[in-house]
């Protein structure tokens, strides 16, 4: 029985290579203009922008969906989504102290937007679709003061929210035919809206600035202009439009000390443009949408977050963009470690497989298949060749180190390669497929051929292992069934079958016991020679095991999966030994490099965390 996380030593973090660039406005530079704050599944990272040291901000339970900063810097501002039904979260973190300063829950499933006030004595909240409400906070006695509807019934839904620059009474909402003035009655705790009558302009507004004098409100809007709005107390007037070279929207909005705005678009053209006319002064052309722009006092540049998962230095100067950050941007289905060596690492997803350092979250190759997905990889022991089943049905071979396509076998499995792995000798592959098919592969100088297709697998194939002689391996299932097989033969030798979908297994270094895990939450162990289950291991109490991973020297492996924990276990007590608690997804994979000093997690939210191995080999 696995003991208890909370009084099991900790897995010592590394490194998390991963950034959600799908949030609005989720990066931001911290004033004292050394760190980048942005958020990753439930979890929000501190950067250091110099030395890449990273600070880990702990509390949400589901993904953050925006982030504030106060104008002084004690404060960061984040709030989540949640299960219908259920409230999300805001937090108000101390950034000093790396720790919660407040919790507050009153709106309905998601947070949309935060905003802190000029003197961080407030912060002003927005729910999402289902809430639609603005709630006000009282920052140092974490109380809610007063709350509203945020949009009037005969208008749509308010997307964003954005405090005054010098009057703490003082913010302004926007969104589908709303835009709104609101001032802030303390005594009467009430905050009452001034509408913006736009006449016979109907915009969906994604975003906005105010003027550094509070004197214009800028609004960016899905049909890519901006409305320069005049501010005053009374009745407000539009000033704008004036639609600038931005399709798909202007998602992001930051305006400078010199009055210039810079302004991102949904297809990734980002502009500066004066704030007087809109004229375009300069423009650079990113990987897809922006959706964040960072600005820092007086640097001489500035950051920029994309839906790609992408982080950008841009120089005000020469308004090049350096790409200074990458990382997947959807799940991580597979990670590899090439045999004999643990300086790489090499992981899948959706559009692309990428090749990393191991010892910095520095990318060294990206190989990009258009719109498939790459479910599972594997090195081959020469190193000559990444071997990947595709979505499509193919198996696609990629040079390591030019990314170059070596050779393709197309129809490998008609509705999906799911797992693949290479023998040691390098001369064969084999795949499993979503339809359950088992195929062993002979390459060829310039070609392939099919060897056979073993069918015994009622559903997919989720793992393969093959032993170090490449005379047997072993496929488990969602079937419940784990399938060992002859490949001199072709067939099957035995199966072991057990209440449960399997989702991973591998082979023990001394081929003699396999260890296998899936959504009974449980680990078994296999005796190879007879197909008897020797021992079972409480795993888990919520959620599937997705992966294991055993050591070199077979004393330790590691497991994850939905429960979010990575889990090192002594391999002969059967017990935890150290936890590590960070993902904010389900694990999708993990390995452990062969020198056993790091160990490689992957999950579902398109992070990549690399820990301190915690017991590394003698050798």
Not at 104 to 111: A, G, M, R, T
Not at 300 to 318: K, L, M, W
């Amino acid at each position: 029985m696995a003991s208890d996380t909370q009084d099991t030593p900790k897995l010592q973090l590394e490194t998390v290579i991963g950034f959600n660039g799908r949030v609005c406005a989720g990066l931001r530079v911290h004033p004292d203009r050394e760190h980048l704050i942005y958020p990753l599944g439930c979890t929000v990272i501190v950067k250091n922008i110099k030395d890449g040291k990273q600070d880990f901000l702990h509390g949400h339970t589901q993904n953050v969906t925006c982030v504030a900063v106060s104008k002084s810097g004690r404060y960061i501002a984040t709030g989540q989504v949640n299960f219908m039904g259920f409230k999300g979260d805001v937090i108000i973190w101390n950034y000093a102290q790396r720790a919660i300063h407040a919790r507050q829950q009153l709106h309905k499933n998601k947070v949309e937007a935060l905003s802190f006030s000029p003197n961080d004595k407030y912060l002003v909240s927005l729910g999402g679709q289902d809430d639609g409400s603005i709630v006000v906070w009282d920052v140092e006695t974490k109380q809610a003061i007063c709350g509203s509807p945020a949009s009037a019934q005969s208008t749509g839904r308010c997307f964003t929210v954005r405090y005054s620059n010098t009057n703490d009474n003082v913010f302004v909402s926007a969104g589908t035919g709303t835009l709104r003035v609101w001032a802030l009655d303390l005594p009467n705790r009430k905050i009452r809206p001034s509408e913006c009558q736009t006449g016979k302009l109907k915009r969906t507004v994604k975003c906005i600035e105010i003027s550094h004098d509070d004197q214009f409100i800028f609004c960016g809007t899905v049909t890519g202009d901006i409305m320069k709005v005049f501010m005053k107390t009374g009745p407000l007037n539009v000033c704008g439009p004036k639609e600038i070279k931005n399709c798909l929207g202007v998602t992001a909005i930051r305006l400078l000390k010199s009055g210039d705005l810079l302004v991102g678009s949904g297809h990734g053209l980002l502009t500066l443009c004066s704030a007087n006319n809109f004229e375009t002064l300069k423009e650079v052309q990113l990987e897809k949408g922006v959706t964040s722009i960072a600005v820092s006092g007086e640097e001489p540049h500035f950051y920029v977050g994309t839906e790609a998962s992408q982080i950008y230095r841009v120089g005000f100067s020469d308004f090049k963009a350096e790409l200074i950050s990458t990382s997947h941007s959807s799940a991580v289905k597979d990670v590899a470690i090439p045999f004999g060596t643990s300086e790489l690492f090499a992981t899948c997803s959706t559009d692309d497989i990428r090749l990393w350092h191991i010892n910095k979250p520095k990318e060294v190759l990206r190989i990009t298949v258009p719109n498939m997905t790459c479910n599972s990889l594997d090195f081959m022991v020469d190193g000559h060749s990444i071997i990947s089943g595709w979505n499509d049905g193919k198996i696609r071979l990629f040079g390591p180190e030019s990314g170059r396509l070596m050779h393709i076998i197309n129809n490998a499995h008609r509705m999906g390669v799911s797992a693949i792995a290479g023998t040691r000798d390098c001369k064969r592959i084999v795949s499993g497929g979503e339809e359950g098919g088992v195929c062993v592969w002979e390459l060829q100088p310039t070609s392939h051929r099919l060897v056979e297709v073993m069918k015994q697998h009622k559903a997919t194939v989720t793992c393969i292992g093959i032993k170090g002689n490449d005379r047997e391996c072993v496929t488990s299932s969602s079937d419940g069934s784990c399938i060992f097989w002859d490949l001199v033969q072709l067939v099957s030798i035995k199966m072991v079958l057990a209440n449960t979908m399997y989702r991973t297994v591998c082979y023990h270094p001394g081929e003699f016991h396999i260890i296998a895990g899936g959504t009974d939450r449980k680990i078994s162990y296999w005796d190879v020679s007879e197909g008897w289950p020797i021992r079972e291991l409480e795993a888990s109490k919520s959620g599937a095991i997705n992966a294991v991973h055993i050591t070199q020297d077979g004393k330790y492996f590691v497991s994850g999966g939905d429960d979010r924990v990575v889990k090192v276990w002594d391999y002969m007590e059967g017990c935890v030994t150290h936890v590590g608690v960070a993902h904010s997804g389900s694990i999708t994979s993990v390995k452990i490099c062969m020198n056993s000093r790091t160990l490689v997690s992957t999950s579902a939210d398109g992070a990549i965390l690399r820990w301190k191995f915690p017991h590394p080999s003698s050798s």
